[in-house]
């Protein structure tokens, strides 16, 4: 029976989403349906340490008729140290070298794009017997990190004309390799990036598997020099995603004020912390190109008090001291959520969607409020470790003596009773009510900008 015809660009997205039963019998077809079905099916790579994934991907990028299909490649390596895991997974010592022959070439296709890497299965939390060989991890994930961003910053004939567009990493501990990010060649790669996500695991809450450990320096310097090594080279970003296991930005500094994107379209924050104009500021300076906006888990920083040295900005010169004089510094910063939303609801008028949830999220007008309402909108930095202004059960008290006039509340920076502290609980109630109609008018203004446009998000 003869094949209708079908254009070539119909046929293509058909087989984008048909299962991979159907790819293969697809490319038994004829050639135009083996070259369709052959994009689906090798269009996206995924890479395991075991010994059946490393031949499969070795074969496909050996073959000069299969790697041209490759545009997007998954990583996602895991560390174990026990024998008796059902998978038979490479230890990292043949692991690095079995791989780096096979990826030598791969530029050679020119179409890879795309480069996921998630160290998620190399984690404490999913290695079995993981907690005494910390080091031997920390240099498993270093050592693959440096293998795949050497290998796509060169080809076998020296410094690459990179074809990354994309470059994914996933629970990225938070360490600097210096040989790497220092180097000529990733200056170059990030220079040609079009979307950077980083996510970023705190290797000390990963240690203790609680974000209340305190900072040690190598984590200090990553996350202070993360705006100079790993944004500024890449000029040309239209999205950027950057998350962390914990609050960051004000402790330690994150300071993006000498990073400009002329381009920038998609801007994704997760746990950042805002506590400066600058960068009420900064978020302005790419007005006329951001359309998609979302701060998921974001905090504004109200009250510090910190042992240590505070800059000319009030950031913290260094990591938080326990055997300093009982005197602390203080920093305040009075800009709430809402004046915030009232500048960008005024100011990026090329907002097509806004979410304090996260970047999938329908805009649920109902959700977003819940989230700004939410109780961490708002925090304090109280020695070391960041802490809620207050909490929903703090803001219903009254000035009524309790059974036990010494309690105080958990989690909170606004406890106790008299005049003061009842005056502040009432500010923040006022705040968050201000922080509700701001929102509400921000999200409006998205809804019926796009209405007009004729588009929904």
């Known amino acids: 029976m003869a094949i209708p015809y079908m254009s070539l660009e119909i046929l293509n997205s058909v087989l984008e989403f048909a299962p991979k039963d159907t790819l293969m019998n697809a490319r038994l077809a004829s050639t135009v349906f083996r070259e369709s079905s052959a994009r689906s099916l090798f269009g996206t790579v995924t890479l395991r340490n075991t010994t059946r994934s490393v031949r499969n991907v070795r074969q496909i990028l050996?073959?000069?008729?299969?790697?041209?299909?490759?545009?997007?490649?998954?990583?996602?390596?895991?560390?174990?140290?026990?024998?008796?895991?059902?998978?038979?997974?490479?230890?990292?010592?043949?692991?690095?070298?079995?791989?780096?022959?096979?990826?030598?070439?791969?530029?050679?296709?020119?179409?890879?794009?795309?480069?996921?890497i998630d160290f998620g299965g190399c984690s404490l939390t999913t290695c079995v017997g993981a907690n005494a060989r910390i080091a031997e991890m920390d240099a498993f994930r270093s050592d693959l990190l440096c293998l795949f961003i050497t290998t796509l910053m060169f080809s076998r004939y020296g410094l690459s004309r990179s074809p990354m567009r994309a470059l994914s990493i996933q629970n990225f501990q938070s360490r600097s390799?210096?040989?790497?990010?220092?180097?000529?060649?990733?200056?170059?790669l990030l220079d040609h990036l079009k979307t950077l996500?980083?996510?970023?695991?705190?290797?000390?809450?990963?240690?203790?598997?609680?974000?209340?450990?305190?900072?040690?320096?190598?984590?200090?310097?990553?996350?202070?020099?993360?705006?100079?090594?790993?944004?500024?080279?890449?000029?040309?970003?239209?999205?950027?995603?950057?998350?962390?296991?914990?609050?960051?930005?004000?402790?330690?500094?994150v300071d993006f004020r000498n990073v400009n994107f002329e381009h920038l379209q998609t801007l994704v924050l997760d746990h950042f912390t805002f506590s400066h104009d600058w960068q009420r500021a900064w978020?302005?300076?790419?007005?006329?190109?951001?359309?998609?906006?979302?701060?998921?888990?974001?905090s504004i920083l109200q009250d510090v008090w910190f042992k240590g040295n505070l800059?000319?900005?009030?950031?913290?010169?260094?990591?938080?001291?326990?055997?300093?004089?009982?005197?602390?510094?203080?920093?305040?910063?009075?800009?709430?959520?809402?004046?915030?939303l009232n500048t960008m609801s005024d100011s990026l008028t090329r907002?097509?969607?806004?979410?304090?949830?996260?970047?999938?999220?329908?805009?649920?007008?109902?959700?977003?409020?819940?989230?700004?309402?939410?109780?961490?909108?708002?925090?304090?930095?109280?020695?070391?470790?960041y802490i809620a202004v207050a909490n929903h059960d703090t803001l219903e008290e009254t000035d009524e003596e309790t059974e036990d006039?010494?309690?105080?509340?958990?989690?909170?920076?606004?406890?106790g009773h008299g005049p003061q502290m009842r005056e502040r609980?009432?500010?923040?109630?006022?705040?968050?009510?201000?922080?509700?109609?701001?929102?509400?008018?921000?999200?409006?203004?998205?809804?019926q900008r796009n209405m007009r446009m004729g588009s929904r998000y």
């Open 177 to 188: 390799e210096h040989h790497i990010t220092y180097s000529p060649g990733f200056s170059n």
């Open 197 to 253: 996500e980083l996510s970023i695991l705190t290797i000390e809450h990963e240690c203790t598997r609680s974000n209340e450990r305190p900072m040690s320096t190598p984590s200090w310097d990553f996350y202070t020099m993360l705006p100079q090594v790993w944004l500024a080279p890449a000029n040309i970003l239209t999205t950027l995603r950057l998350s962390a296991d914990s609050h960051w930005g004000y402790y330690p500094k």
């Open 311 to 340: 800059d000319g900005d009030g950031y913290p010169t260094g990591l938080q001291r326990e055997m300093l004089p009982a005197e602390a510094t203080t920093y305040n910063y009075h800009t709430g959520w809402s004046d915030y």
């Open 425 to 447: 609980r009432l500010a923040l109630a006022r705040q968050y009510l201000e922080d509700e109609r701001a929102l509400r008018g921000l999200l409006d203004k998205v809804i």
């Open 405 to 415: 006039p010494n309690s105080q509340l958990p989690h909170s920076m606004i406890t």
């Open 62 to 116: 050996a073959s000069q008729r299969l790697k041209r299909y490759v545009r997007t490649m998954h990583i996602i390596p895991r560390l174990a140290f026990r024998s008796s895991q059902p998978v038979a997974f490479l230890p990292w010592q043949t692991l690095v070298p079995e791989l780096r022959y096979a990826f030598s070439d791969i530029h050679l296709s020119g179409n890879l794009s795309t480069f996921n």
């Open 351 to 385: 907002l097509r969607s806004f979410s304090l949830i996260d970047e999938d999220s329908r805009v649920v007008v109902a959700n977003e409020v819940a989230t700004v309402l939410h109780a961490d909108r708002y925090l304090g930095f109280d020695f070391g470790y």
């Open 283 to 298: 978020l302005l300076r790419h007005s006329m190109t951001l359309t998609h906006l979302v701060f998921s888990r974001c």
